[in-house]
């Protein structure tokens, strides 16, 4: 369990019966480690959107533009009641929009009761559409609960092969393609995003096969190829982390244009 929790009341209920774990748990307010909340449009899922960013993740990608989020220790303990207090303010604005909201990170399944707690509020308290945004590495640690408050997964395909997956990751890619067959299998629409880095994704066997698996699955409405930009290098360089791809060009147009053709050409909609 990730889930940072105040401390509780333990003792038995004056009816005389032993408090059962489950009883204590949910007399305490949800609390999870968080970075940070904003509105965004056109990134984070369909329309404008309340997005929470939680701390905390357990991959290390080489182009990470928040590598601010990676510890959940320099997160702020924060309830669920705010959070969803503060998107509260926003509902008319976001449902007029076709917007919604998105659980991002850091990695989200990292905490995932907080994560289904605050998908269950903003789903059936503020009647919003949800979004999960995920690496799909801790995909197991969804519940089937979690997924039923998730109207769409945002799911990062980093690489198919395992190898460019491991380098651009730190870890394996076999979780995230479970993950993936899993929102297959209960027919969860899926927005696959995968970011394009030359030199190191942007080989055509590896587009190839991204392409050729989102569109085994069938409930992938949308694959978003990503170029892969520079922006977040000045966080990695205030934490003193050496940023590995400082000297690797971003994409130009026309090759991201062209890994994108591959996803159209196995019938995806990709953008
Ligand atoms: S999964 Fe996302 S937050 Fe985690 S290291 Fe990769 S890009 Fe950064």
Partial sequence: MTMLLPSAPTTPARTGAPATPAAVAARRPAVGSV???????????????????LSGCPLTC?????????RMR?????????????????TRFIAAADGGTTISGGEPLLQPVFTGELLHRFKHELGLHTALDTSGFLGARATDAL????????????????????????????????????LADLGKE??????????????????????????????????DVLPFHKLGEAKWQTLGRTFALHDTPCPTSEQTAL????FTAHGLHAV
């Avoid at 890994?259 to 591959?262: C, D, I, K, L, P």
Wanted: net charge neutral; hydrophobic share 40%.
């Fill in 74 to 90: 320099d997160g702020r303990r924060t309830t669920a009641d705010e959070i969803v207090a503060e998107a509260g303010k926003y």
């Fill in 259 to 262: 890994a994108r053709s591959v």
């Fill in 35 to 53: 970075h940070s909340w904003d509105l965004s449009t056109g990134v984070d899922g369909p329309g404008t959107r309340f997005v929470t960013f």
């Fill in 62 to 70: 080489l182009y990470c533009h928040n590598p601010d989020t990676w």
């Fill in 147 to 182: 997924l039923r408050d998730t109207d769409l997964v945002l799911l990062d395909i980093k690489s198919w092969d395992r190898a460019t997956y491991r380098k651009v990751t730190g870890r394996p890619l076999q979780p995230t393609l479970d993950f993936a067959r899993r």
């Fill in 190 to 223: 899926v927005h696959v995003r995968f970011v394009l880095v030359p030199g190191l994704t942007d080989d055509p066997a590896n587009v190839e096969g991204v392409a050729a698996f989102a569109a085994s699955l069938g409930n992938v409405g949308r694959v």
